[in-house]
């Protein structure tokens, strides 16, 4: 295992390791250029991540999170595993195909993937959205603690439909 831990994070030159866990304990974790593991990375934050022109590459990516994390670089997550996000929204761009076996929890929550996105159930797995922020789209919770879960694909057979599949007991 390798790892950091401490003040603000900036990645600002490529970082590559070849270790079966990779931990990044920060208090604000900043991505402006390329990471990536062989194995686990984990993302620790006190003051939230962001990825202004970085990118994530990694079979297995968990974190633990308070205030938003922004991960919309062109990303290379094989798996998203336990992503908590405290008080914050959660965006994930990933351009492979991505299982997500969770619990991934946040205010709010964009996940977007090149080809297959499979939301693998199990014990103490999942995708739970709290609520509290409302999406910037024409779709918006009520009021109060409301959930909203769109599915859609840009590159659908034939412009749709899109399969929403969830696995698990």
Do not use: C, K
Request: charged share 5%; net charge negative.
């Amino acid at each position: 295992a390798a790892g950091y831990q401490g003040g603000m994070l900036e990645v600002t030159a490529p970082v590559s390791l070849d270790v079966p866990l990779l931990v990044l304990d920060g208090q604000g974790i900043d991505l402006a250029d390329a990471l990536g593991a062989s194995g686990t990375l984990a993302l620790n934050s006190g003051a939230g991540i962001t990825e202004p022109g970085g990118v994530i590459t990694a079979p297995l990516l968990t974190g633990n999170v308070t205030g938003d994390v922004a991960l919309g670089g062109a990303n290379a997550i094989g798996t998203l595993g336990g992503f908590i996000v405290q008080n914050g929204l959660f965006t994930l761009n990933d351009a492979a195909p991505l299982t997500i076996t969770g619990p991934v929890a946040a205010n709010a929550v964009s996940i977007s993937a090149t080809g297959q996105m499979v939301l693998q159930g199990g014990a103490g797995g999942g995708l739970f959205i709290g609520g509290g922020y409302a999406p910037s789209t024409t779709s918006a919770p009520r009021s109060g603690t409301d959930s909203l879960l769109q599915v859609s694909s840009q590159n659908a057979p034939n412009g749709g439909p899109v399969t929403f599949i969830q696995t698990g007991n």
